[in-house]
């Protein structure tokens, strides 16, 4: 971090979107925001080594008002969305969440939103920072697809960690603990309707709930910290740390129109089916034949913890310039610092030692396995929540 950015502040202002869960936000303490998709968004309400063990031996409730739902519904929704998206839309079911990459013609990744199919024909794309709600307007206008395309103006907030089940479970009932992986649920909690899917961006157990009604984000808020008292619940942010271990990427910063899927390990999400057509389809064949010209790669640089870098840092191999470092953070349980990088791709074998030039220093980096830790987000949600609540009454709570 540049040091002479400390202390910085963001200004207040009517053309950034406060979101449903704001002012409870700010009623618990946060004073640290970015924006996000033209929206304030928490950066931290404590510190992230705190942040990280409590999402990682407790449950977060983290508000991610910056994830925009694109609403599409209309006559040929399901074509639409097929035409935008890589994967294969026919096998995603009511119901059900995909991850997905929506392509430029030349097969740049323009966004890697989650898909929700609410309805046969109405889907919801949960879009990265990114002005997806233009783009996928400029793709419809002039092509014939008949359908009806907006900002559904809901809030998101994630719970996340390995306490997460029990504590879904106890206020939205336990219904929930049989909700699949990438699968969703409509609730009615207090007469508030909300969506509820089994994703998230932590690596780690979670769930995730989407308000539309705006007034009350507040109740919500206070209501789950207040019934998640006993599962040692706290108000958090996204944690750098733990995304990175589990090899989450972020689009604008491991990803953007000037990759492609197959550079960033992301190529199991091009799927070619007979007769499918998707924007970039011809450009991805292309390069689903070729070497690429740069990949993803792992980077362990040993203690002491660095700061997090502000913009993309140089990595070296000797003099030559091998690619950009482009997120970092010290891991409190590998007790190292952990990166991703693209580099070229003659440098991306592992074991590989090379040299990151950030902020006047230098620092070792070797090139390892992703993920480093792997994600916990396939544990049976059931099992997790069975055995906390054993636990709870062995101890008379």
Known sequence: MNRKHKGAKISFQPRIRKGAFFEAVWDHGCRNFSVYNRTYISSAF???????????????????????????????????????????????????????????????????????????????????????????????????????????????????????????????????????????????????????????????????????????????????????ELFSVAAGSVNQARRIEAGILSWGVEMSQDENPYEVNLGRLVEFTDGGKFIGRDAALHYSKQDQVKGLVGLKMMPPAIESNEKPWLIFNGENVAGKLTSLAYSPRLKFNIGLGLVCKQFTKLGTKLLVQGCGENYDAEVVPIPFLEKRQMSNAKELALEFNQLNKERGN
């Open 46 to 228: 404590s510190n992230p080594s705190d942040e990280y063990w409590q999402v990682t031996r407790h449950v977060s409730l983290w508000p991610v008002m910056g994830e925009r739902q694109i609403e599409i519904t209309g006559e040929d929704a399901p074509e639409f969305v097929q035409f935008l998206t890589s994967r294969d839309m026919s096998k995603c079911d009511v119901g059900q969440c995909k991850y997905a990459l929506l392509l430029n013609q030349h097969a740049g990744i323009v966004c890697d939103p989650i898909i929700l199919r609410l309805e046969e024909k109405k889907y919801w794309i949960s879009t990265s920072d990114c002005d997806l709600e233009l783009w996928i307007k400029g793709v419809q206008l002039n092509s014939g697809f008949k359908v009806n395309i907006r900002d559904a103006n809901v809030s998101l907030l994630q719970i996340q960690g390995p306490k997460s089940s029990a504590l879904v479970a106890r206020i939205f009932g336990e219904h929930m603990l049989d909700l699949r992986y990438y699968w969703l649920a409509s609730v009615n909690f207090h007469g508030i309707n909300l969506i509820i899917s089994r994703t998230g961006w932590s690596g780690e157990l979670g769930y995730e709930l989407y308000l539309s009604d705006y007034e009350k984000g507040s109740f919500l808020f206070n209501e789950i910290m207040k019934q998640g």
